[in-house]
């Protein structure tokens, strides 16, 4: 049988105060007010206790599914009502009634230059909150990282004085934990998120940081574990992934001679097994000091922010081509690609940086558009930052779509 809950409710009617728990009900007879909300009355209002017995009241299951229906950022407040909600929250139900109900709110994750502290901004981005810091030393915070989500958890991969780590933000919970590690810990990766399962591949042993690895692994959420894949036909690091038509694609990047790829190669779970794409990278210019490839997918459509011409480009499968869509708002050709976030969200594409256009050369600027194939150009659209003001230089930045 379900138990049921008593819903603290007060309530001023007719001159009263009734103050409702599970077994009594307090009436306190209010004197009267002089019309400013103060009362005349020197005398304290006396309480009377009342039976109370037609309490309203709401089953433990339909309480946890108002619970989930609140905004995910909001979460970890709900777990200092009671003890209930803190189990519910950290025992991952929530989570999975947010996935059976289809609930999915996209949070924007980023940690821009000269900040020691990550940044969260949840769709419609009207507010933004910063972050708990990471207890971590001072090699993390201001050497190279790489991020990506995996359900609830946003992992930042890094180095601290002993080695190769990985942080994990439970934005259930509101707190940073470590670990766990890769298999292979690796560091100038590719990397793609397709609902509770992260998947990374290539990069560079960040054990001894010679060597450039071709193998692969994925990140399950809900076991917090990591499982080996197949190893992929290149050996490849400044590679870029991304998760498309149920496939987990590695495009571009640099050989283990330091040559620049052209070929892109996906992962098939159905097969476990990788295939090649030839010349899936030719059509996109390559120079030096550029970033790994910008890349998003928007109902499974593959684009890239072209960081040598600022152009958008689409991924034409049925010709292994690439078609051009317009310039993007930002400077992603300032600094060859690097400190802009070029990410799918939803059925929208983001761009966040610094604009081509502005007073003040610290200015950021977030921008979405809605690609439509059939269009000759993407109409871009300036969206808020939630009132915080960030260097445009974005050193990492994840989007979590649960």
Not at 115 to 140: A, C, T, V
Not at 175 to 204: D, H, Q, Y
Not at 238 to 244: A, D, I, K, Q, R
Not at 337 to 346: H, I, Q, T, Y
């Amino acid at each position: 049988m379900n138990s049921k809950k008593a819903l603290p409710v007060s309530t001023i009617v007719s001159g009263f105060c009734f103050s409702r728990c599970a077994q009594k009900m307090r009436v306190l007879e209010l004197s009267p007010s002089d019309g400013n909300g103060s009362s005349t009355n020197e005398d304290e209002p006396l309480p009377q206790d009342a039976d109370y017995s037609n309490v309203l009241s709401i089953s433990d299951e339909l309480e946890t599914s108002i619970f989930a229906r609140f905004p995910r950022s909001q979460h970890w407040k709900l777990c200092f009502l009671n003890k209930r909600f803190l189990a519910l929250a950290r025992s991952g139900e929530i989570y999975q009634i947010r996935k059976e109900l289809g609930l999915k709110e996209p949070s924007v994750f980023m940690l821009a230059s000269g900040e020691s502290n990550w940044w969260g901004m949840e769709w419609p981005f009207k507010s933004s909150r910063k972050l708990p810091p990471i207890q971590s030393d001072y090699s993390f915070e201001f050497g190279d990282k790489e991020s990506f989500c995996a359900g609830p958890h946003l992992l930042v991969s890094g180095k601290e004085i002993h080695g190769a780590v990985i942080w994990r933000f439970d934005s259930t919970n509101n707190e940073w934990l470590k670990g766990p590690s890769m298999i292979n810990p690796r560091c100038l990766f590719a990397s793609a998120t397709c609902g509770a399962i992260a998947f990374v591949a290539g990069g560079l042993d960040a054990t001894t940081y010679t060597q450039v690895l071709d193998s692969a692994e994925k990140y399950n959420s809900e076991s917090q574990c990591w499982e080996p894949l197949p190893r992929m036909n290149k050996r490849r690091r400044f590679c870029s992934g991304c998760f498309m038509d149920n496939k987990f694609y590695v495009l571009g990047g640099q050989d283990e001679h330091g040559r620049d790829l052209t070929c892109g190669e996906f992962f098939d779970g159905k097969t476990n097994s990788w295939n090649l794409i030839p010349d899936m990278w030719k059509d996109i210019p390559l120079f030096v000091a550029q970033s790994p490839p910008l890349l998003a997918v928007v109902n499974n459509e593959l684009y890239t922010l072209d960081a040598s011409s600022n152009e958008l480009k689409m991924y034409v499968k049925g010709s292994n081509s690439w078609k051009t869509l317009g310039v993007v708002p930002v400077r992603a050709d300032a600094q060859g690609g690097w400190g802009v976030a070029f990410k799918s969200l939803g059925d929208e594409l983001l761009v966040i940086g610094a604009p081509c256009v502005s007073h003040s050369e610290r200015a950021l600027c977030m921008y979405t558009g809605c690609p439509d194939p059939a269009d000759e150009k993407l109409r871009w659209r300036q969206i808020g930052s939630g009132s915080i003001q960030l260097n445009h230089f974005i050193r990492n930045c994840a989007v979590m779509g649960t």
